[in-house]
């Protein structure tokens, strides 16, 4: 996927006006499958994996015992024995290792990703321009479910789940047929507008609503409850599952850091990396841009708790000078 | 790539019109390609003084931020403020509208270091191929 195609503005305005298509098949998937498959899933991961249904699909994340992140995923349950992980292509080794490392009872674990392209068709025109190409209902695909359907008569993994903020799907589709179907989406496309969209818009559209990026607001350094995504956490869950301990003390202690969004006040793009001063304090930008649907800089930071909320003033160096920034609710783009 | 004739150029993508001891500064057609949609520029104060080389300003895609620099030195004496609201004007229009500072020349001379529109399209070719 190139950092953009026509001019990332364009291409993020069309994913939330009418269509955009991203090849996110760099993407990589790991099967699981065998009697104890979820039991498995259930120890490496920190989400209930027993609430998923055939055909359901549901955010979480491996951790270390410490509690930090492994990696973020998707998990698609296709029957009781038999699942697909979704991972960050950069995480695509370490995942596999890792899950092959905490295997026991009867479970495969397969690298599939060679077998796969992914595409994402995103925004409100998303159903209208698949419906062309399918037989499947998409209206009886809710979200986070998928079907397994044909695509211009090849049978395609259709998931309603995304990286945008928009209704959409994520196909994925053997490579042999990855031409055919993105030149049968452009042509049923047309007429809404639809646009090949690439990683600079990819990038703002998830900034926009709060989607956290692995390597910049999540690591090996964080947890998912200082993340903000203590959803996918379930304590509750019968099951043991790596980190669990460690989740269950930050829960009682309480955080130290807390991921915040912010909007600059001053003029200037906060970006990665850039460093951020508040108190006597610093700290780096994790995630930063320009916002084109709000038109406005904005961009996440790992903040004290009592720091961490609307309002509270912080300072972000551009190119040498300290420029007044806010902390503001997220996600910073709602419909 | 557009490369009108009566502008001098710098290896750093600027471009300078000069009209008697006034020199008009922006960013050159091939920068702006390169750079993406322009979402926001910075540029100094009218009476600012910069020498040669100087960085004057930045402009930011959403991907990038570039510094500009001064290719002669001198004092601004005109900000092309329109750029505030309307920073795709660099993308659409980068030699006319998107226009960047006007500065008073201080050293005519400093001219000879820049290089004319011919020496620019062999500079582009070689960075470029």
Known sequence: MPVQYSGALQEHLAVRKAVGVFDVSHMGEIEVRGEDALPFLQRVTCNDVSRLGDQQAQYSALLYPQGTFVDDILIYRFARNHFLICVNAANREKDYDWMLK???????????????????????????????????????????????????????IVSRTGYTGEDGF????????????????????????????????????????????????????????????????????????????????????????????????????????YRVFFDSCETVVTSGSYSPSLERAIGLVYLPPERAVPGEEIAVEIRGRKRQARVVETPFYKK | MNVPDDLFYTEDHEWVMVEGDTATIGITDYAQEELGDVVFVELPEVGDAFTAKDSFGSVESVKAVSEIY????????????????????????????????????????????????????????????
């Open chain 1, 102 to 156: 905490h295997r026991s009872g009867s479970v495969s674990v397969e690298d599939t990703s060679d077998r796969y392209v992914q595409l994402a068709i995103q925004g409100p025109r998303a159903a209208d321009v698949l419906q062309q190409l399918t037989p499947l209902q998409l209206s009886t695909i809710k979200n986070y479910r998928f079907a397994v359907g044909p695509v211009c008569d090849v049978e395609c």
């Open chain 1, 170 to 273: 994520e196909l994925y589709l053997p490579p042999s047929a990855a031409e055919k179907i993105w030149r049968a989406l452009f042509e049923a496309g047309k007429e809404v507008g639809i646009q090949a969209a690439g990683l600079a818009a990819r990038n703002t559209l998830r900034l926009e609503v709060r989607y956290p990026l692995y390597g910049n607001d999540i690591d090996e350094t964080t947890t998912p409850l200082e993340a903000g995504l203590g959803w996918i956490v379930k304590l509750s869950k019968e099951e043991d599952f790596i980190g669990r301990q460690a989740l269950e003390s930050q829960k009682s202690e309480g955080v130290r850091k807390q991921l915040a969004g912010f909007e600059m006040v001053d003029s200037g793009i906060a970006r990665d990396g």
């Open chain 2, 70 to 129: 001064a290719p002669v030195s001198g004092e601004v004496v005109e900000v092309n403020e329109s750029l505030t609201d309307a920073p795709e004007t660099v993308n659409e229009d980068p030699y006319g509208e998107g226009w960047m500072i006007r500065l008073k020349l201080e050293n005519s001379a400093e001219l000879d270091n820049l290089m004319s529109a011919d020496d620019y399209k062999e500079f582009l070719k070689e960075e470029v191929g």
